[in-house]
């Protein structure tokens, strides 16, 4: 069944663009026998989705579509009685429009003639009269405008040829939906989906929002239908997407609406356990890894390149300025003088070494024609070879702990999607909130390696 289904909404979406929502969830309404609204401006292709929705059947369904306007009566669809009742499919345009008791002998006519209803307009009910036939949608759907720049550049080239033919094997025959409607009484809610959905009745109650029985009993028909097209024996989390649809009204805006089941989903999806003590190990290993100190190390000179020429440079104890030395690649006692330059290589003067001392750092000299001694403190660098290696030893440890905790956490997100990937009438979207727990470790770990890289780089710079 589940095959056969996703292949129809495979054809219903053809030359459609972003009216994936409109189409699968209207094909949900008729095969589970409930009503269904579009709320939207004129143009969005409300009529073809309830048109293409008739074409599934084998026993072509007479399809009643009638526009309603400010001066519609009832005595005008009275005239219309044996066209509604031989419709199994009644398509109400700007149903709003009418007078409230016309819409109440609709309403009357519907309920004893078992029709499914489609019905559009741009605004929500205009009073509290019309509530008994708001409430008698059970879903309620906003179709907007094809809204940001690819999705529009595609709808408007796409081809404006609505005609679709459904291979004969599709059709859904008569005796198809009876088996359907029939079978799927015997899906049962998982103990999650019954907790969410006491979860989001209780949300409605703090919005001043309440359902009849009976408009809980058909939010729960959709839910078994969906599970049992999507070859399940139990309504799962992920079939509570279409609630977003079934709750919302002008005292309960769509966006608010959405917000209230992803919560209540998100509270009630699997837990994860978390692994306090490799958490705390982990930032433990972390914490001492920032704290490495070198220890004794060798020493080596700084040399600092000018022109062509390389040198030693150093800090004379007379006045407290930096020389440089010039670098004899031979060793410093191959020639009895050497060049020393001034601070901004702009002078030099040559010398005679004493005593070049790299262990204590120190360097001794007389200038040439001159007794006097000088003595100065080298600049020096520390070899960090050793301390480099016990960085990046320690540094494979902990990432290593990380990249493990982190994939394992991944792998188990991946199998959660996996359940609910291919649920034919929910927004694959929502796969994201039933895995957040999950995704929340794998962003814990990630930031544990974020850190611990910064570490790194700060040592290596």
């Given at each position: 069944m589940q095959k056969k289904t996703k292949n129809i909404l495979e054809i219903l979406n053809k030359n459609l663009v972003k009216k994936e929502d409109a189409v699968r969830l209207s094909l949900l309404a008729v095969l589970s026998g409930e009503n269904i609204f579009f709320y939207g401006k004129p143009g969005t292709v409300k009529n073809i989705t309830c048109n293409r929705?008739?074409?599934?059947?084998?026993?072509?369904?007479?399809?009643?579509?009638?526009?309603?306007?400010?001066g519609t009566e009832s005595?005008?669809?009275?005239?219309?009685?044996?066209?509604?009742?031989?419709?199994?499919i009644v398509f109400l345009d700007g149903i709003w429009n009418a007078e409230?008791?016309?819409?109440n002998e609709i309403l009357h006519f519907l309920e004893s003639e078992k029709n499914i209803l489609f019905a559009c307009d741009t605004v929500l009910p205009p009073s509290k009269d019309f509530y008994p036939l708001w409430d008698y949608f059970t879903l309620k759907i906003p179709v907007d405008d094809t809204g940001d720049f690819n999705s529009f550049l595609e709808m408007a080239q796409a081809k404006k040829n609505y005609q679709i033919t459904i291979p004969e094997g599709l059709l859904y025959t008569s005796k198809n939906v009876n088996?359907?409607?029939?079978?799927?009484?015997?899906?049962?809610?998982?103990?999650?989906?019954?907790?969410?959905?006491?979860f989001i009745r209780k949300k409605m109650f703090e919005n001043h929002i309440t359902f009849s029985d009976q408009k809980w009993q058909s939010i729960f028909n959709l839910l078994r239908t969906c599970a049992f097209l999507n070859n399940r024996n139990e309504i799962n989390l992920m079939d509570l997407q279409i609630v977003e649809y079934c709750i919302w009204d002008e005292n309960l805006p769509f966006e608010k609406a959405k917000e209230i089941v992803e919560a209540s989903v998100k509270t009630f999806c699997k837990e994860y356990p978390i692994d306090k003590n490799l958490h705390s190990n982990i930032q433990n290993?972390?914490?001492?890894?920032?704290?490495?100190?070198?220890?004794?190390?060798?020493?080596?000179?700084f040399v600092t390149q000018h022109g062509d020429n390389s040198y030693y440079s150093f800090i004379s104890n007379s006045d407290n300025k930096t020389y440089y030395l010039k670098r004899n690649p031979s060793g410093y006692y191959d020639s009895d003088y050497f060049e020393i330059w001034d601070h901004n290589f702009k002078k030099s003067f040559q010398v005679y070494i004493n005593l070049f001392d790299i262990k204590n750092g120190i360097i001794l000299w007389t200038p040439a024609k001159s007794f006097i001694e000088h003595s100065g403190k080298l600049n020096m660098k520390e070899n960090f070879t050793t301390f480099n290696s016990e960085i990046e030893n320690l540094y494979i440890t902990i990432n290593s702990k990380i990249i493990d905790a982190k994939t394992e956490y991944q792998k188990l997100m991946n199998e959660e999607a996996e359940k609910y990937s291919d649920n034919l009438f929910a927004d694959e979207n929502f796969v994201d909130i039933l895995i957040s727990k999950a995704s929340d470790q794998v962003s814990k770990f990630h930031q544990f390696k974020i850190a611990l890289d910064k570490i790194k780089e700060s040592y290596e710079r």
């Open positions: 929705i008739a074409k599934v059947f084998k026993e072509k369904p007479e399809c009643f579509t009638y526009c309603l306007s400010k005595l005008e669809l009275k005239e219309n009685k044996v066209l509604l009742s031989n419709s199994s409230s008791r016309t819409l088996t359907i409607r029939i079978k799927s009484q015997n899906i049962k809610p998982s103990v999650p989906v019954e907790n969410a959905v006491f290993m972390i914490s001492d890894f920032l704290t490495i100190k070198p220890q004794a190390m060798d020493k080596a000179l």
